[in-house]
């Protein structure tokens, strides 16, 4: 079955103490990204990655990492969390191509206090 | 820098009723558009999307969209609600580069009355 694993599920921790959410992907795609989703701001993507060691900014990078080391894992990375970083974070994967679908893992809710 | 807007970010109709959630967006190319659809604690689900040829498109769960391009709207539409359908929706449009970045509009949640 095809699938994008999150873990956590739901994280509350403090500022400052770093934290990693994992992503994995076993559909052997190229593209893999990560959103956050804020309430009437739908999704904006934080990072994004084409390929292994190919790895780049979205649209609100600020205050994150990732790395891309193996084709099926992208685990986003918090250093010094923030209570602004508060928020619903998405997996997502693809083909490389704009014209396909993405698949969503289920969805990291984080609080940050 | 292409861009969505969805029309109301809350819409409630009645069981049996038309649903018709809205979305324009802003291209300057040919777009490649989607619904997604996100039930409460999950994940986002494909509903449909037009990437090319017919202008009319049909989704899971009985929902379809219209491209149009001189309104720049691809609105969703379902002729007859259920009490399952109801759920966040979200309008997005594919980046040609970067792989194909999905830029999403803001949501629309759709509540059904008995």
């Known amino acids: 079955e095809a699938q994008v694993t999150q873990n956590p599920r739901y994280l509350i921790t403090v500022t400052g103490k770093k934290l990693t959410v994992t992503c994995s992907q076993n559909m052997n795609h190229e593209y893999m990204s990560w959103y956050r989703q804020d309430p009437g701001l739908g999704l904006r993507q934080i990072y994004y990655s084409m390929n292994v060691e190919v790895t780049d900014k979205g649209d609100v990078p600020e205050g994150y990492k990732v790395s891309r080391k193996e084709k099926r894992n992208f685990p986003l990375i918090l250093e010094s969390p923030s209570p602004n970083q508060t928020s619903l974070y998405f997996c997502a994967t693809k083909t490389g191509t704009a014209n396909t679908e993405a698949f969503f893992g289920q969805g990291t809710r984080l609080t940050v206090v | ?114």
Not at chain 2, 16 to 27: F, I, K, M, Q
Not at chain 2, 35 to 44: E, M, S
Not at chain 2, 53 to 72: D, H, M, P, R, W
């Open chain 2, 1 to 114: 820098a292409q861009s969505v807007t969805q029309l109301g970010s809350h819409v409630s109709v009645s069981e049996g009723a038309l649903v018709l959630l809205r979305c324009n967006y802003s291209s300057s190319v040919p777009p490649y558009l989607f619904w997604y659809v996100q039930y409460p604690n999950q994940g986002l689900q494909l509903l449909l999307k037009y990437t090319t040829g017919a202008t009319l498109v049909k989704g899971i769960n009985g929902f379809e969209a219209e491209f149009k391009k001189s309104e720049t709207s691809f609105h969703l539409t379902k002729p007859s609600a259920h009490m399952s359908d109801a759920a966040e929706y979200f309008c997005a449009v594919s980046e040609y580069n970067q792989g194909g970045k999905l830029i999403f509009g803001q949501g629309t949640e759709l509540s059904v009355k008995p």
